[in-house]
C-alpha cells in the first residue's frame, strides 16, 4: 500500500516523523508537503521515504475572491472564545507591526460579520490546478490545521481514501476548518465528542486512535534503562506554556512569585523552569534567570524547532524526579497526569479576564473540560493555597487527581500499534 501523509510543522513534530518511520517499513510512504516547508520538512524526511510538493492552489480572481469570503465569513467552532483568543494570539505574534495591526482588523470584522460560509462550501468553490502527483496513492492522512484547502477539495471532489488526524487536544475547540465530509481520527472519546458538537461532525465519522504524542510516554514508561537524575537536588518542574510575548512577561511574572514562595516557605526545593520551545525570544525570560532557586532548563533547544528523541526521554525524566509539575496549561501537564508526579495547573496572577488575558490562555476550552472540572482537581488558585499544597505534596491524593485525568486518554500505545490503527481504521470501513 502507498501512503501519503500531508504535513506541515514538520521539523517540531517528532511524533509524526516516528509514525511515518513504522509505516515505512512495510508501506510505501509519500509525504506532502508546502513549497515554502519544502527544505525543512527534507531536513527531517526518514529514510525511504518520498517527498512531493503540494501544487494545488490556482492564482485567479475566483479564488481570490472566495479566499476573501471564508477569510470574513467563515463559520468558527461553537467554542468561540478559544477560536478568537487563538488569532488574538497569531495576531500578536505576526512578524512586523503592519501585519498585526492588518491582522487585528481581520478579527474585528470577522467578530462583527455573519458566520455564513461553511469549510464544506468553501471546499467545493476552490479550482485547483491537480499538478500534484497522486493517482498511485491509496490512502491519505491530513492533520489538524489542514495544511493545504487546494489538495483537501481535490482529495474530496476525487472522492479518494483520506481523513485527517486531529493532532492536538485543542484542535477541535481553535481550528475552523473541519469538513463534514471526512473521517476524523481522534485521541479519546472526549476529543471525538469535542469535534462532533463543536463541528457538527457526525460521530459516525470519528474515531478514536490515541495520541502519537503520547507514544513517547508509552516507550519511556515501558523503557527498561536505568533512568538518570539530571539535577543534584529537589525540585519543581514548571513547564512554560505561553507563546506570546504579551502573555509570556506574566507568565514570567507568576513564576517569580512560585519562585519566592518557595524561596520563603520550601527553600530546599528549586524551581527548574523549561522555556517555550517556539518561544522565538528566550531573553523574555532574563528577569528569572537570575534568581538564586531558578535552574534554567534550556539544552533541549535545536537550531530550528526540532528537538531530539533523547531531549524527548530526558524531558520525561524530568517530570519522574520532580516533586511536582507546575504550568498554566500546556500538554506537558497533561502528560505529567499519565506519570507518577503530581501535575498542577495554576489560576492566578492574572488582572483582566478579557481578550489577551492569562486569565483566559489559562480557562482555554481544552483546560477547563480535562484538568479543571473536579472539585478536587490539581488547581492552585491562589498564593495561599500554593503554600498549603507544598506542604504537603506527598498526600496521595494529587496523584488519584492525575490517574483520574489520565484516564479519559488511555490507552497508551506504542509507534507501531498507533500507526496501524490510524492506517487499519480507514481501509476496515
Not at 500578536?92 to 462583527?112: F, H, M, V, Y
Not at 507563546?243 to 526545593?269: D, W
Request: aromatic share 12%; charged share 25%; glycine share 4%.
Amino acid at each position: 500500500m502507498k501512503i501519503a501523509f500531508v504535513v506541515s510543522f514538520f521539523d517540531f513534530r517528532n511524533d509524526v516523523r516516528r509514525v511515518i518511520a513504522e509505516l515505512a517499513r512495510q508501506h510505501e510512504v509519500v509525504v506532502l508537503g508546502s513549497p515554502e516547508q519544502a527544505a525543512s520538512i527534507k531536513t527531517h524526511l526518514p529514510q525511504g521515504v518520498e517527498f512531493r510538493v503540494i501544487r494545488e492552489r490556482r492564482v485567479t480572481v475566483w479564488n481570490r475572491i472566495w479566499e476573501r469570503m471564508y477569510l470574513l465569513f467563515k463559520q468558527i467552532p461553537k467554542s468561540e472564545n478559544n477560536y478568537y483568543l487563538m488569532q488574538l494570539f497569531l495576531a500578536s505574534n505576526a512578524p512586523t507591526e503592519d501585519q498585526k495591526q492588518k491582522a487585528l482588523r481581520i478579527l474585528r470584522w470577522t467578530k462583527r460579520l455573519p458566520k455564513v460560509l461553511s469549510y464544506d462550501t468553501y471546499l467545493d468553490k476552490l479550482k485547483y490546478t491537480s499538478h500534484t502527483q497522486l493517482d498511485d496513492i491509496d490512502q491519505f492522512i491530513l492533520y489538524t490545521s489542514i495544511a493545504d484547502d487546494y489538495l483537501l477539495a481535490r482529495l474530496l471532489k476525487e472522492n479518494r481514501m483520506a481523513k485527517v488526524y486531529v493532532y492536538s487536544w485543542d484542535h477541535a475547540c481553535k481550528n475552523p476548518r473541519f469538513s463534514k465530509r471526512i473521517r476524523y481520527l481522534c485521541w479519546s472519546e472526549g476529543i471525538n465528542e469535542d469535534v462532533a458538537e463543536l463541528h457538527g461532525v457526525p460521530p459516525s465519522q470519528i474515531q478514536e486512535v490515541g495520541a502519537s504524542q503520547f507514544c513517547y510516554i508509552h516507550e519511556f514508561l515501558n523503557s527498561r534503562q536505568t533512568l538518570t537524575r539530571h539535577f543534584p537536588y529537589e525540585y519543581i518542574y514548571f513547564g512554560c506554556a505561553v507563546g506570546i510575548p504579551e502573555l509570556a512577561r506574566q507568565e514570567v511574572e507568576v513564576i517569580r512569585q512560585v519562585a519566592q514562595i518557595l524561596m520563603e516557605h520550601k527553600p530546599e526545593l528549586k524551581l527548574v523552569v523549561r522555556p517555550y520551545p517556539v518561544m522565538k525570544d528566550w531573553a523574555l525570560y532574563d528577569g528569572i534567570r537570575q534568581l538564586p532557586n531558578v535552574v534554567f532548563d534550556k539544552d533541549f533547544r535545536k537550531t530550528d524547532l526540532s528537538v531530539s528523541e533523547k531531549a524527548i526521554f530526558e524531558k520525561f525524566e524530568k517530570i519522574h524526579f520532580a516533586q511536582a509539575f507546575f504550568h498554566l496549561g500546556t500538554t506537558m501537564g497533561l502528560e505529567a497526569c499519565l506519570t507518577e508526579t503530581p501535575s498542577f495547573i495554576l489560576d492566578f496572577g492574572y488582572e483582566s479576564t478579557l481578550g489577551l488575558s492569562l486569565y483566559n490562555f489559562i480557562h482555554q476550552y481544552q483546560n477547563d473540560k480535562y484538568l479543571m472540572i473536579r472539585p478536587a482537581a490539581n488547581v492552585i488558585g491562589s498564593l495561599d493555597q500554593l503554600i498549603e499544597i507544598l506542604n504537603k505534596l506527598d498526600s496521595s491524593d494529587f496523584l488519584n487527581n492525575n490517574r483520574e485525568t489520565a484516564r479519559a486518554f488511555l490507552p497508551l500505545r506504542s509507534f507501531n500499534d498507533f500507526a496501524h490503527k490510524m492506517i487499519d481504521d480507514a481501509t476496515s470501513r
